[in-house]
């Protein structure tokens, strides 16, 4: 059983399904209305106002007061170059299906594919940042998500650099670490999370965990029925390096093209062979000056 | 090198391309996939004199056993002053440092933090006891003895632990340094220990503390080589930058403040001075691992290259998943990702 259904399992009578996202990168139109919905919500302070550069997005990665990010990525992917490889869109309309998929949103159609995917905090099953907390402040819910309790975190930072996808970070002249909450408050209130409510094209579906696996499982064979051979769910097994995500993903291309760490591990599966050589530090090092001082010549 | 080794370059630059897992990775717009640490310079200088002091206080109690009281009084008293400026560097570090006292609201011993603030706080109060007892007598006969051991046995992974602190994040050349760190900051822990000593204490009684602070030295530049070999690729940041530049610093300093204590420590002038580079030297360690790990997560390719690669290789399954799976029990659903040609 995944360590996070254990952890919800402390919660006796009050323990519920466990909660999640499924973000269907392909249903993705850039729109950021998740961006916007997700800052009223939980009022994340302002931020960089800017021009990266980088395409549509000008919101940068997830930090302390960015908790979705859409990421848009421009693409020169050959369109029917070459009749022998089988195209996305080309093969696959004929055949009627693509508009169907709903693949038209991110094919241009003259080379350029433009891929847009909302990214968020993982709220994985083993949590790096869960384990490292010195404080506690950070805890598995009763919907087996990952919070932040702002009343406790001393902003140590320990989380910052432990979670493997660069989700945490502090809030400068707050001091303290901010992330998603998955909408705590809301779930409380059998409400679904800002994003997921806000989301136009249902790109991002809230639900239990368990149900939007299945549904992310006939959604992958429907794209792959309808050529679109690159589709691939990400985090959505319990036997990847963090014990699979509460938010997982369907991508179009490699989870790095997004920023996204294809083989991510929780560093505390580690854990062990980590003490076993501070131990073995620890004693060398007794050791070590047992024999300078007592064997030194007098 | 090619000349010595009869190899071409085009040989070299295959070897060179399978070392390196993934030449170029793909990232998103080259921004980093795991964030570098928030911690301020207050850190470097804790992982600093934590060392010293655990290392310290274990030198004191060794040292009294020998006999040696001189030099003992003043070990412990640099313990004492490496677990007082411990705490004020770290809660100055926090966020919110007001709820320092969080650190202890539990015991957690998946979080390294969480074991260094109990390791700290038990250190703290027993070399304030121990140095107590060393300088002036007035501990009552049990309690002096037992804070004394006490000291030196927190003292010891006290000097350590930090290494696994670092260790437990997703930072490739902290992470994947997991094996050796403790070793190459116990190793300077003793030899701050040895040189701290050799600063206050008269050379003929220094003659355990001058074999920790060259022995410490050295096995702490081998150790610091071995563990950038060891890391390969990941090791790029100790040698390049800030991180560089520290580390050549941290070699040049120990080395020649070892030389001097090995070779004038018997006068207190060489003493004195060798103490001090060696001290200034593993400082400068401290500092270059701290600052290689910023350098480290700020570059995608030490984060995905080695993800990728193992991937690729069949290592490990990763975390995409390209085949959809009928039934959540099937037991083949794991299959991994093969990239279509593209073009």
Known sequence: MPRAELEVRTYGSAARPRAGFFTDTTLCIGCKACEVACKEWNRIPADMQDFTGESYDNTGPLDANTWRHVAFIEQKVPVGADGAARSLVTTAAAEGLAADAGLATYQEGDGL?????????????DAACLDVCPTGALFRTEFGTVVVQ?????????????????VLDQREGDGRVWKCTLCYDRLRDDKEPACAQACPTNSIQFGELAELRERAEQRLQRLHDAGQDDARLYLADDDDGIGGAGAFFLLLDEPETYGLPPDPVATTRDLGAIWAATGAAALALGAGLAAAVLGARR | MSAATGRSGAERRRDEAAMVPDAEPRSYYGHPVVKPPVWKPEIPFYLFTGGLAGASAALALLAEARGDDALARRAWANAFA????????????????SRFFNMLRLVKVTSPMNVGSWLLAGSGLTTALAVADACTGVVPAPAGAIAKRASAALGLPLATYTAALLANTAIPAWHEARGILPFVFASSAAASAGAAALLTTPP?????ARRIAVGGAVAGMVLFEVMEKRLGDLGEPYGEGAAGRLKKAATALTASGAAMVAGLGGRRAGAVAGGALVLAGALCERWSVFRAGFQSASDPRHTVGPQRARVRQGARGGAARAVARTSPEDPERKTVFEPRARG
């Open chain 1, 113 to 125: 594919r433009w891929l847009m995917a909302s990214d968020v905090c993982k709220h994985c099953t």
């Open chain 1, 150 to 166: 702002e009343d406790v975190c001393n902003g140590c930072g320990y989380c910052v650099p432990a979670c493997p996808f660069g």
């Open chain 2, 82 to 97: 490496g677990v007082s400026a411990s705490p004020v560097l770290l809660i100055a570090d926090l966020g919110r440092p």
């Open chain 2, 204 to 208: 003929d009684a220094a003659v355990p």
